[in-house]
C-alpha cells in the first residue's frame, strides 16, 4: 500500500462516520498533522469520494463529507439494480 493510503482509509472511515468535519477537527480526532489531512483528503476528493461544503461564519470552514454510494456506481449497474428490484 501506498504510503499515504492509510491516512487516507483512516480520514475516509472517520468522514463516513462523521460528516461534517473540517480539517481542523480531523486532525485533533486522528492525532494526525494538519498536511497530512489535507493531503488525504484532496487525494479522496480527486477519486471522487467525498465532497466538500464551505460555511461562512467569522471564518470560512471547509466542511468533508463522504460522496454516497448511488453517485459512485456507473449509471449501467443502477439500472440492472431497479429492474431486480420490481422483481
Known sequence: MRRHGKAEDK????????????????SKRLKMSGGNVRNALSNLHKKGLILFKFERS???????????????????????????LKI
Open 11 to 26: 480520514v475516509y472511515q472517520l468522514i463516513c462516520s462523521n460528516p461534517g468535519l473540517n480539517t481542523y477537527e480531523i
Open 58 to 84: 467569522t471564518r470560512i470552514r471547509k466542511k468533508c463529507f463522504a460522496v454516497k454510494i448511488s453517485h459512485l456506481l456507473p449509471n449501467s449497474l443502477k439500472k440492472e439494480i431497479k429492474n431486480l
